[in-house]
C-alpha cells in the first residue's frame, strides 16, 4: 500500500511539473507573438545602441589605457575579473567597442549604432523614409571610411591610427597596395570618394560644371578679344598703306 501510494504521489508530482513547464511555455509563446514584444525589443535596441555609442566614444579616449587590459578579456572575466577599466561604459562596453572597432571597420564601426538606430525605430513603428536606401547607405560608407583610414596606415605606415582603420580597412589596402600598388590604391580611393555620394545620395557636383564652364568661357573671351585687337590693327596698317 505505501508503495502504491508513493508511485501515485510521484505520478501526481511529474504531472504539474509537467503542466507547469507547459504553462511557462505558453507564456513565452503568448508573450513572443503578442503586439508589445516588437516595441520592448525596439526600446532595448535603442538603449543598447546609446549605451554603445557611449563606449565607442570613450574607447578613442581611454585607448591608451584599456587597451592590453581589453585584449586579454574573456567572457568570464567580464563577469569576475579585477581590471581597471576606465571606459564610460565598464568592462562590458570596453569589450564591445574593442571588438567592434578594432576587428571590423574602425571608426566606421559608428554604423553599427546608427543601424541599430534605424533598426529599433523600424520596430517601434516610427516611419522612416527610404528605410533599406538607409541601411545600404550606411553599410557603403562604413567600409569607405575605413578604407580611407587604412589607406594612411598602410601607405603612410602611420600605425597610431589602427585603431581608426581596424581590420577591414588595413586588409583591404594591403590587398590594393600589393595589386597595384600606392598610387592606384589612391586612385581606387579617390573614385569611389566621388562616385559614392553621387549613387547614393544625387549630388551632381554642379559647380565643377560650372569652374569649366566659368574657364573655358574666360578663354573664348580672351581669344575673342585677341581676334579683334588683331583685326583693328590689321585695318590700320591697311589704312596706312
Not at 3 to 24: A, G, M, W
Not at 45 to 54: H, N
Not at 99 to 126: E, M, Q
Not at 155 to 176: H, K, M, T, Y
Request: net charge neutral.
Amino acid at each position: 500500500m505505501a508503495k502504491q501510494k508513493s508511485k501515485k504521489t510521484r505520478s501526481k508530482l511529474k504531472k504539474d511539473t509537467l503542466k507547469q513547464e507547459e504553462n511557462v511555455f505558453t507564456m513565452v509563446k503568448q508573450g513572443l507573438k503578442s503586439p508589445q514584444m516588437p516595441l520592448v525589443v525596439g526600446v532595448f535596441l535603442f538603449l543598447f545602441a546609446v549605451f554603445c555609442l557611449i563606449s565607442f566614444i570613450s574607447f578613442f579616449i581611454t585607448t591608451a589605457i584599456d587597451y592590453d587590459s581589453v585584449k586579454n578579456l574573456c567572457a568570464t572575466d567580464l563577469i569576475t575579473g579585477e581590471q581597471n577599466i576606465g571606459n564610460w561604459g565598464g568592462k562590458l562596453g570596453a569589450y564591445i567597442s574593442y571588438l567592434c572597432i578594432t576587428h571590423t571597420f574602425g571608426i566606421g564601426a559608428f554604423g553599427f549604432i546608427l543601424l541599430l538606430i534605424l533598426f529599433s525605430l523600424r520596430l517601434l513603428k516610427v516611419q522612416i523614409p527610404l528605410f533599406s536606401k538607409w541601411i545600404v547607405a550606411t553599410i557603403v560608407i562604413m567600409l569607405w571610411a575605413s578604407s580611407v583610414m587604412g589607406f594612411i596606415v598602410v601607405v603612410f605606415e602611420a600605425e597610431v591610427l589602427e585603431n581608426f582603420a581596424g581590420i577591414v580597412g588595413i586588409s583591404v589596402n594591403q590587398a590594393l597596395k600589393s595589386l597595384i600598388g600606392n598610387i592606384g590604391c589612391g586612385f581606387v580611393l579617390l573614385a569611389f570618394t566621388i562616385t559614392i555620394p553621387m549613387i547614393l545620395f544625387g549630388v551632381k557636383y554642379l559647380w565643377v560644371r560650372n569652374a569649366v564652364k566659368s574657364i573655358t568661357q574666360h578663354k573664348e573671351e580672351q581669344e575673342d578679344e585677341e581676334e579683334i585687337s588683331d583685326n583693328e590693327s590689321n585695318k590700320k596698317e591697311d589704312n596706312k598703306e
